[in-house]
């Protein structure tokens, strides 16, 4: 690409930007505008237009970086952004910007910047193109400043896809981020509002490299967390925290669209909070604590009828594979069905709902803002000069020595013992995959293999259980003879599975006593 004829200087140094992301409908944006949360602030109106380049291999998107030529009337800005990946996202951003005379990328005016490398030279191309109408005006609550914009229009990519925006973005100009959360609640107390926590340039790849705008079917795992021995155990716990609220966020969608690994993920990310909660809970004050855990709960709960009549259909199904043509089975099958169709509903109606959106916008800026902390309160202490790395050794310690009394006397446990089992086996798996960046990688990797392989087993038992007693309730509340009969073939198979898994699950638990415990390795540094 051309060069523009009088390049501005080049630019050295990130602007680091907080802001917060907000998608709201088009009917409510229009309601806000009017509100009286904008305390008589003055809407100014611009047209945006920012295209993203990245060379024909997107060089620059694997480096987590994107650029766009921006044009705002006669005033064109090149931007240069970081893309955090969804688990990272905690509002902060580092940007570099430097004026053009034309709308013309050039990175040689970025090429100080870490990323940009050799890329200099490559040749660009437009990747996606952003369109706004921006209505924004600057707040000043106590002393803050937060710019507000109501962002509506489309990102379109270069082969005609499009995705609508309507979102409201929030920008710490002065001040912290306590101010932020404020207004945002503000919003959220008038209209409903829903957090993204994904960048327009990070939808607009999205856009650019499938067929649909938003495959709703496209759930997203935990993944890792980025952890050091040395790290303060307050920051550590925004990490942990913050993967967790992002998890639970980026497969709303899916769970929304009735996607069963949707579900389940977010059920994951609820799990996974509550044991982080857990973790440090001697650091952390009980109100907030209580709150946030009552929360999960109540969610959980939703969620988890939801994934159990997932259960039941899909072991419905497995029976069915046998007898394909048994039409007491597809009756059944019918019935369940509806079960879960209901079971759905029930979770977007509690997805939609005022107390979710609080839970979510609640929860983030409780770890943004770090509002755990109680000048003088002996918890606050402790978390912010406390290690993470000795206090990761001594949880897995203590959930180690847990587990292991769990499974004493294992042929003689129980349903009620064998669930505890998995319980005590899954917030070991939990904790050490939290903690996982501050040991040995492969020591980590083998030892969890071996809890999640007998965790799966249990799992499995318990799943029959659960779904034994819904279709028990399910037959009881329309008994028929068609419904009593397959009910039967089912509790027979799985009678049968349960049999199986036996002999698994005690070479599981061997193989998972005999295991090394990771954590009493010499630490990584």
């Avoid at 430097?98 to 090429?111: E, F, G, H, I, M």
């Avoid at 939801?306 to 029976?319: E, S, T, Y």
Wanted: glycine residues 6%; charged residues 30%.
């Amino acid at each position: 690409m051309a060069e523009n004829k009088a390049p501005a200087p080049a630019v050295t140094a990130a602007e680091m930007r907080y802001a917060l992301a907000l998608v709201v409908a088009p009917e409510d944006a229009a309601r806000l505008k009017r509100s009286g949360v904008l305390r008589g602030g003055q809407l100014s109106q611009r047209r945006i237009t920012s295209t993203y380049y990245d060379t024909h291999k997107n060089e620059l998107q694997r480096r987590t970086l994107a650029l766009s030529v921006q044009r705002e009337g006669r005033r064109v800005l090149e931007t240069l952004e970081a893309m955090p990946g969804f688990a990272a996202a905690n509002g902060e951003r580092p940007m570099w910007q430097t004026p053009l005379t034309r709308p013309v990328p050039d990175l040689k005016l970025l090429a100080k910047v870490d990323g940009i490398g050799k890329l200099e030279d490559e040749p660009l191309r437009p990747v996606f193109t952003c369109r706004l109408r921006r209505s924004r005006t600057v707040l000043e609550p106590d002393g803050a400043a937060v710019a507000l914009s109501f962002d509506e229009g489309e990102i379109r990519t270069r082969g005609g896809r499009k995705l609508p925006v309507s979102e409201i973005e929030l920008e710490l100009q002065q001040g912290t981020p306590r101010a932020v959360f404020a207004l945002a609640n503000a919003l959220a107390d008038e209209a409903p509002v829903r957090v993204e926590m994904r960048s327009k340039a990070v939808r607009g790849y999205a856009l650019a490299k499938r067929a649909e705008p938003r495959d709703a079917s496209a759930a997203t795992r935990f993944g890792a967390v980025d952890l050091h021995r040395g790290m303060a155990a307050e920051d550590a716990l925004a990490v942990i925290l913050r993967r967790c609220l992002a998890h639970l966020l980026a497969n709303e969608a899916a769970a929304r669209a009735g996607k069963e690994e949707g579900v389940h993920q977010m059920r994951v990310a609820l799990r996974r909070l509550r044991v982080a909660l857990q973790l440090f809970r001697s650091m952390l004050p009980e109100v907030e604590r209580s709150w946030v855990s009552g929360e999960v709960k109540w969610l959980a709960s939703a969620l988890g009828r939801a994934r159990n009549w997932d259960v039941v259909n899909g072991l419905i199904r497995r029976v069915r594979t046998g007898m394909v043509d048994d039409p007491d089975l597809a009756a059944l099958g019918h019935a369940a069905e509806r079960e879960r169709r209901r079971a759905y509903d029930a979770l977007r109606g509690v997805l939609a709902t005022r107390r979710y959106m609080q839970f979510t916008l609640g929860l983030m800026g409780w770890i943004e803002t770090r509002a755990w902390r109680r000048p003088g309160a002996l918890e606050t202490s402790i978390l912010q000069v406390s290690i993470v790395g000795k206090l990761a050794d001594e949880v897995l310690e203590r959930r180690y020595r847990k587990a292991r009394g769990r499974a004493r006397n294992f042929d003689r446990l129980g349903t009620v013992g064998r669930h505890r089992l998995r319980i005590a086996l899954k917030k070991i798996r939990y904790a050490a995959e939290s903690f996982a960046s501050i040991y040995a990688n492969k020591a980590v990797h083998r030892y969890v293999k071996h809890v999640e392989t007998l965790q799966d087993g249990l799992g499995q038992l318990n799943d029959i259980a659960s779904s034994e007693r819904l279709l028990r309730n399910l037959v009881q509340r329309r008994p028929s003879q068609a419904l009593i009969r397959a009910d039967a073939l089912v509790r027979g198979w799985c009678a049968h599975v349960a049999l199986e898994c036996e002999p698994a699950l005690k070479k599981g638990l061997k193989r998972l006593k005999k295991a090394e415990p990771f954590w009493r390795r010499p630490a990584k540094d």
